[in-house]
């Protein structure tokens, strides 16, 4: 068997072993990019070196996992995957996320105590070798300013599906007021949110994390409605300003076109090429303040095509921004 064969066995079998509800055949298709008849013949290979696969029935569906894991020899990490453990790590602190900071050192060093010590002794050369190789590029913006305790409540609250109460800072700090919601999710960027639906309200909306005090779970079970999707909400905006979604056209000119194709701008993108070699892309999405602020960055190479309220606001920030006054308060040059 070719060594890229045998890797994906191996995979397989990882992933059988750490799912809990074990993986339909449809899923391993999917997630190898194979037909249903390789993704037999790979769990047969795969049930042929671990006897003790399980076959679980949900009706006329079956579902495979390899129950109490894995001998730790097919466990152990390799040396690339400890140092993007590191890196991610740096990247977090950098950003501001402390507490995520904390938690992928933690993982870090519960994974490097399950190696052999010999083994562990030549991989921490060759993880620092890496790790002084390899750095993140500075992104400048905001860093999220967010209490550990705060977000350990919310994601208690989460788990347990329990109401959250919670002291909210208005823009500034002038005034605060309490405000009890059932929470729904957590939408993590340059800000984090919590997307909670107050008590009474039809929607859940967005909680900034940095503006809540004194946040306690309840006894009272969270009201979540049935409807509600996470990642349905998440891609009604560009970045996460919330607003009715709206059919966007974008034209992209043909100097430009390769570095688009690489782009994520949104889930919904779709990519049409144009005879002159430049791309029309297209797109729905809420936040179209952000998605001019994006815009911005790509200094004239994407054209607004549709909607006008979409070519209206980009062009009442480019006034703004052309003719905005330095600000006399501040005495810096």
């Known amino acids: 068997m070719r060594l890229d064969k045998a890797t994906a066995l191996l995979h397989l079998a990882r992933r059988l072993a750490a799912s809990a509800e074990g993986l339909a055949l449809e899923e391993i298709a999917a997630e190898f990019g194979v037909d249903r008849r390789t993704a037999e013949r790979m769990r047969d290979a795969v049930r042929d070196l671990f006897p003790q696969m399980e076959e679980i029935r949900e009706g006329r569906a079956k579902r495979f996992r390899i129950p109490g894991g894995l001998d730790p020899f097919f466990e152990t990490p390799t040396v690339e995957e400890l140092a993007d453990l590191a890196l991610a790590a740096e990247a977090a602190r950098r950003d501001g996320l402390q507490g995520r900071a904390e938690n992928l050192v933690s993982l870090a060093g519960k994974v490097e105590s399950r190696i052999r010590p010999g083994l562990r002794v030549r991989y921490a050369a060759d993880v620092e070798a890496l790790a002084l190789t390899e750095r993140i590029a500075l992104r400048p913006g905001p860093r999220p300013a967010c209490d550990p305790e705060v977000l350990r ?35 993590f960027g340059s800000v984090y949110y919590l997307v909670a639906r107050r008590i009474g309200a039809p929607d859940p909306v967005l909680w900034r994390l940095d503006r809540m005090a004194g946040v306690e779970v309840l006894e009272s079970p969270a009201q979540v409605p049935e409807s509600f999707d996470m990642d349905a909400f998440a891609r009604q905006s560009f970045g996460v300003f919330q607003e009715p979604a709206e059919d966007i056209v974008l034209r992209v000119r043909p100097g430009s076109a390769d570095l688009a194709r690489s782009f994520l701008f949104h889930p919904s993108q779709t990519f049409e090429p144009q005879p002159d070699g430049g791309l029309l892309l297209r797109l729905r999405t809420g936040g179209l303040l952000e998605l001019c602020w994006h815009l911005f960055t790509w200094r004239g190479e994407i054209e607004i095509l549709a909607p006008d309220r979409l070519k209206t606001l980009m062009a009442e920030e480019v006034s703004r921004f052309r003719f905005s006054e330095p600000d006399a308060t501040n005495d810096q040059p």
């Open 153 to 187: 409540q919310l994601r208690t609250a989460l788990l347990a599906m329990r109401q959250v109460r919670f002291d909210y800072s208005a823009r500034g700090g002038a005034e605060t007021v309490q405000r009890t919601v059932d929470p729904c999710g957590l939408l």
